[in-house]
Antibody, heavy 119, light 110 residues
Framework: QVQLQESGPGLVKPSETLSLICTVS????????WSWIRQPPGKGLEWIGQ???????DYNPSLKSRVTISVDTSKDQFSLKVTSVTAADTAVYYC?????????????WGLGAMVTVSS | QSALTQPPSASGSPGQSVTISCTGTSSDVGGYNYVSWYQQHPGKAPKLMIY???KRPSGVPDRFSGSKSGITASLTVSELQAEDEADYYC??????????FGTGTKVTVL
């Protein structure tokens, strides 16, 4: 079955760029929308943005100026970059697949990657 | 886009029912039948429980049901079991390919 795995540095310094990769295994990245979602410690979920396998992107307006999501179909990977990070960007970052049958729902999630912003 | 409003907590005894509300606006919950609900156990990734307001994915017990009236969606968990103790989040499509999550509700089985 399809599995997602987030990877990237667990510690990022303030003002620098957070970079994460989500690798899709057991299936293809083609034909689907994919999202990044984050959860600060002890807090709720926040949708960051999405990408279609073709490269079309949509972002949360509150983060749009600092976020870039890209896709590499040859590697079945998509990535997240968040610039100018602060302590408020400390969170568990999840990648998730949009279902093709359950409209506007996320049916498969990665295990999550904890990213701490600290000097 | 503001987060959807959920009660911070809800509880019930085994065998009882608990209902969680999710209140948005006419631009999200009230404007689309694309509300979904997720269950999250501590330290785990969220799991899809309900989509399109009231539909259940394969494998989700029929004890979980969803509904919507106006700008408020609801998740009901019937015949509460110990394993239902978790955090629950609603989310809604909010137009222009945007999504908004709820504030989350911690369900306790007494």
């Amino acid at each position: 079955q399809v599995q997602l795995q987030e990877s990237g540095p667990g510690l990022v310094k303030p003002s620098e760029t957070l970079s994460l990769i989500c690798t899709v295994s057991g299936g293809s990245i083609s034909g689907y929308y994919w999202s990044w979602i984050r959860q600060p410690p002890g807090k709720g979920l926040e949708w960051i943005g999405q990408i279609y396998y073709s490269g079309k992107t949509d972002y949360n307006p509150s983060l749009k100026s600092r976020v870039t999501i890209s896709v590499d179909t040859s590697k079945d990977q998509f990535s997240l970059k968040v610039t100018s990070v602060t302590a408020a960007d400390t969170a568990v970052y999840y990648c998730a697949r949009h279902s093709k049958t359950a409209w506007y729902a996320f049916d498969i999630w990665g295990l999550g990657a904890m990213v701490t912003v600290s000097s | 886009q503001s987060a959807l409003t959920q009660p911070p907590s809800a509880s019930g005894s085994p065998g009882q029912s608990v209902t969680i509300s999710c209140t948005g606006t006419s631009s999200d919950v009230g404007g689309y039948n694309y509300v979904s609900w997720y269950q999250q156990h501590p330290g785990k990734a969220p799991k899809l429980m309900i989509y399109e307001v009231s539909k259940r994915p394969s494998g989700v017990p029929d004890r979980f049901s969803g509904s919507k009236s106006g700008i408020t969606a609801s998740l009901t968990v019937s015949e509460l079991q110990a394993e239902d103790e978790a955090d629950y989040y609603c989310t809604s499509h909010a137009g222009s390919y945007i999504y908004v999550f709820g504030t989350g509700t911690k369900v306790t089985v007494l």
